[in-house]
Each structure stands twice: as structure tokens, then as C-alpha cells.
């Protein structure tokens, strides 16, 4: 129940298109989804993040959508660019006591010109 | 801010030998968590500590693995004795209470035993 699935494993778009990234949750005691980026080499760094009270975030070329009911959240990088590639990971989290995150299984983007 | 400091970046060693990876938190930032990521099982969450105490080590894969932390500007994670799975990264990582929820991670280091 505490699982995050994130969908695709990887990813290539061509530059100027959209890429898209889903994430589904059981648990509905998250309150909390943010996205992370991660370059080769790197840690991973948070992207943007949305709580569920509101359905869409956006943040530059980056939007997340969230659809409590189906319980499933998403990442839309628009105009998506060769620099855009890196692994990006959903998570999910619970506020208030250790706020644990709970994160998916990453999806490899790669951004081809 | 340096940002979340580790040490060594990277670490190759022989299978039996002890392991000791250091981490230097973020100044101010009160809550540490060690992960570890490979290809096969992504980005696992092995320990946390909140005010130096840890406060859930569920994610530690055996007793071979152990983590303190002394004080609020150091950590470490030790493994003895090392095993070839365990090669992986390592990834340290520090939150604060001014910023509830992110987590900033260090840049990780890279563990192989052969």
C-alpha cells in the first residue's frame, strides 16, 4: 500500500514535444507528490510538488496534473528539451510526524534533437 | 550553502573488507536519510534520523550495515563485512524544518566490492 508505480521505465521524445510520466498511489493518506529530477552523476533534486487540493501545478515547462479520485498523478514537460534529460522520479508522501517518502522506480528521459 | 557533502565519492573494494561512507548535512537541517539506488530495485530509503536519533531503520538490509550520527553535522554509514551486492550508490540527504518537505540530496557515492 505504500508503493508509488511509475510509468514508462524510459522515455525519448524529440526535442520540442511533450513528455509525459504517470505515477499511481493505494495509499490515501498521501498528502503530498512532489517530482524529482536526477542527472548522471548527480542526487536527485526536487522538481516541483503538488498537494492534492488542487488538480493541476505548473512551474515554467513543467505541469503536474493529479487526479485524486483515480488516484494517480502525472508530469508534463512541454517544449521538452535535450537538457530536460535525466531520470525523474514521483514520490509520495504523509504529513506531519516523519513524512517518510515513498518513491517510484524512475523513468529515464532522454531528450533526442 | 555547500549543500549536502559526501565522502568518498568513490569507493571500490574487496569483498570482506569494511566500508565507511561520511556525510556532512546541510547546516540547520535537522532530519538525515541514507538511501541507496541501483538499477534493479531504484531508490530504497535505508535509515533516518531526526535530532541525531534514528528513527526508523527498517530499510537496512542486514546487520551488516550500521549508521550513526554523532552530532548534527555528521553521519556515517558502515558496512562490514562488504559484499558484492552491496555495490550500489549511496545516497545522502537532509531536510530542515523551514522546508517541510524537501529533501536535499549530496551527490552520492559510488560503492563497488569486488
Known amino acids: 500500500q505504500q508503493q508509488v508505480k511509475q510509468s514508462p521505465q524510459s522515455l525519448i521524445v524529440q526535442k520540442g514535444g511533450i513528455s509525459i510520466i504517470n505515477c499511481a498511489y493505494e495509499n490515501t493518506a498521501f498528502d503530498y507528490f512532489p517530482w524529482y529530477q536526477q542527472f548522471p552523476g548527480k542526487g536527485p533534486a526536487l522538481l516541483i510538488a503538488i498537494r492534492p487540493d488542487v488538480s493541476e501545478k505548473k512551474e515554467g515547462r513543467f505541469t503536474i496534473s493529479f487526479n485524486k479520485s483515480a488516484k494517480q498523478f502525472s508530469l508534463h514537460i512541454m517544449d521538452s528539451q535535450p537538457g530536460d534529460s535525466a531520470t525523474y522520479f514521483c514520490a509520495a508522501s504523509i504529513s506531519g510526524g516523519y513524512q517518510k517518502v515513498t518513491f517510484g522506480t524512475g523513468t529515464k528521459l532522454q531528450v533526442i534533437p | ?114
Not at chain 2, 535505508?46 to 531503520?57: A, G, K, T
Not at chain 2, 559484499?83 to 560503492?111: H, I, K, M, N, W
Open chain 2, 1 to 114: 550553502d555547500a549543500g549536502v557533502i559526501q565522502s568518498p565519492r568513490h569507493e571500490v573494494t574487496e569483498m570482506g573488507q569494511e566500508v565507511t561512507l561520511r556525510c556532512k548535512p546541510i547546516s540547520g537541517h535537522n532530519s538525515l536519510f541514507w538511501y541507496r539506488q541501483t538499477m534493479m530495485r531504484g531508490l530504497e530509503l535505508l535509515i533516518y534520523f531526526n535530532n541525531n536519533v534514528p528513527i526508523d531503520d527498517s530499510g537496512m538490509p542486514e546487520d551488516r550495515f550500521s549508521a550513526k550520527m554523532p552530532n548534527a553535522s555528521f553521519s556515517t554509514l558502515k558496512i562490514q563485512p562488504s559484499e558484492p551486492r552491496d555495490s550500489a550508490v549511496y545516497f545522502c540527504a537532509s531536510r530542515g524544518g523551514g522546508t517541510y518537505y524537501e529533501q536535499y540530496f549530496g551527490p552520492g557515492t559510488r560503492l563497488t566490492v569486488t
